[in-house]
T-cell receptor, first 112, second 115 residues
Framework: DAKTTQPPSMDCAEGRAANLPCNHS???????VYWYRQIHSQGPQYIIH???NNETNEMASLIITEDRKSSTLILPHATLRDTAVYYC?????????????FGSGTQLTVLP | EPEVTQTPSHQVTQMGQEVILRCVPI?????FYWYRQILGQKVEFLVS????????KSEIFDDQFSVERPDGSNFTLKIRSTKLEDSAMYFC?????????????FGPGTRLTVL
């Protein structure tokens, strides 16, 4: 799986949009971009994933650049409960039991 | 909403003892995983399991570790002779078998403390 680069930490004011960047310049054509988060030693939680089109679900939006070398996770209205470590993971979705490789992620702190 | 469950939430054991960590994956999922996270470190993959056999395993998953799906619902991780460095959070995860959708759903974890 391709390597990703994320800033180690970010702050965001409560109620504002949180924009978390991720670089994955070596991504291959069949690799998806996945985002997970981990709230204080709980199990990682799936957020969203995409291949090349922008995606939106009830939790977040994912913007992938046209060259697919970077992406941004957007939490539109951050709350205190969104404080967590956010992981950007590049992963082949082949319908097989492939491991996720977690990096250090971005510690997002939502401030009141 | 279906979820992965794990028991116990916290296990304390003496070095050299055997422990079994239990997981109940989401019922229609076919792929199962174990990860661990030593305090303050990254989440690390241990092993994946499909169709009653190991699909992938990491270097961490040595002969001291084994996995089993003893019945239609449980998925277990056994550590035969625990070491101090096995102290960690152990997370079970499961996923569907659908190409293009491989999101893994994680349980709350078992905190293993080896004394």
């Amino acid at each position: 799986d391709a390597k990703t680069t994320q800033p180690p930490s970010m702050d965001c004011a409560e109620g504002r949009a949180a924009n978390l960047p991720c670089n994955h310049s070596t991504i291959s054509g069949n690799e998806y971009v996945y985002w997970y988060r981990q709230i204080h030693s709980q199990g990682p939680q799936y957020i969203i994933h995409g291949l090349k089109n922008n995606e939106t679900n009830e939790m977040a939006s994912l913007i992938i650049t046209e060259d697919r070398k970077s992406s941004t996770l957007i939490l539109p209205h951050a709350t205190l409960r969104d404080t967590a470590v956010y992981y950007c993971i590049v992963h082949i979705s082949s319908g097989s039991a492939r491991q996720l490789t977690f990096g250090s992620g971005t510690q997002l702190t939502v401030l009141p | 909403e279906p979820e992965v469950t794990q028991t116990p939430s916290h296990q304390v054991t003496q070095m050299g003892q055997e422990v079994i960590l239990r997981c109940v994956p989401i019922s229609n999922h076919l792929y199962f995983y174990w990860y661990r996270q030593i305090l303050g470190q990254k989440v690390e993959f241990l092993v994946s399991f499909y169709n009653n056999e190991i699909s992938e395993k990491s270097e961490i998953f040595d002969d001291q570790f084994s996995v089993e799906r003893p019945d239609g619902s449980n998925f277990t991780l056994k550590i035969r002779s625990t070491k101090l460095e096995d102290s960690a959070m152990y997370f079970c995860a499961s996923s569907e078998r659908t190409s293009g959708r491989n999101e893994q759903f994680f349980g709350p974890g078992t905190r293993l403390t080896v004394l």
